[in-house]
């Protein structure tokens, strides 16, 4: 079996023991799916016709401010990438979802979603409990934008990607924080003098 069917399958038996003919309709359901650096999953004006499982890599979610990009998400290997509100509503994104690194991922279509929730007794358990940890991640981001200065927010970025700081190019980490990147010297430097 292929790594990334394995990695998916750990993940949802975390969540909740499943049978083997429901292991099996999962990975009747999810394609594998790959993007190089650069590329998009999502495009603001598209509906996201898909969710994914990112196997391996680096996503960044991002909107147009003006002219300026602002990135305020990062999804890394293991986790469920989207946006849900186009997905379930049908209806055209804002968000952009863009590949970091080489992306290795499974996606499913919104039908074959439904059927999973349907057919494996505990689908909605499961369709639940993702959707859950994707709105908190969500309320957490715009709670950040609204009451966090600059220095907060790039705490906000160490306490929550800490392990990805070396993966992710500075300017996005800027565009995380909500400056630019000369900008970001500085305020990493007076997080340090805070901590220190």
């Known amino acids: 079996m292929e ?5 998916i399958l750990k ?6 023991k499943i049978g083997s003919l429901e292991e099996q309709l999962i990975i009747d359901s999810f394609k594998p799916f790959n993007l190089k650096k650069g590329e998009y999953f999502l495009e603001s004006g598209k509906i996201n016709r898909h969710v994914a499982f990112l196997h391996s890599g680096l996503i960044r ?5 003006n002219s300026d990009e602002a990135t305020f998400e990062f999804t890394k290997e293991g986790e469920f990438l989207a946006d849900y509100q186009s997905f ?5 994104s804002l968000q952009n979802i863009q590949a970091i690194e080489d992306c290795e991922m499974l996606i499913i279509s919104y039908s074959d979603l439904q059927n999973i929730f349907n ?4 689908g909605n358990l499961i369709g639940r409990i993702i959707i859950e940890h994707r709105f908190d991640i ?3 981001q715009l ?15 160490v306490d929550n990607y800490s392990g990805l700081a070396q993966r992710i190019p500075q300017y996005h980490i800027a565009s995380y924080v909500g400056v630019k990147p ?10 340090v003098k805070g901590i220190s």
């Not at 979610?61 to 401010?65: D, E, G, I, L, S």
């Not at 379930?88 to 055209?92: D, F, I």
């Open 182 to 191: 000369p900008s970001l010297s500085r305020i990493k430097k007076k997080f």
């Open 3 to 7: 790594q990334r069917y394995i990695h």
């Open 61 to 65: 979610y991002f909107v147009y401010n």
């Open 88 to 92: 379930n509503n049908k209806t055209p």
């Open 143 to 157: 709670l950040a934008i609204y009451m966090q200065g600059h220095v907060e927010r790039y705490k906000s970025f």
């Open 11 to 16: 993940l949802v038996n975390q969540i909740s």
């Open 138 to 140: 969500m309320v957490r």
């Open 119 to 122: 057919k494996v007794s505990t």
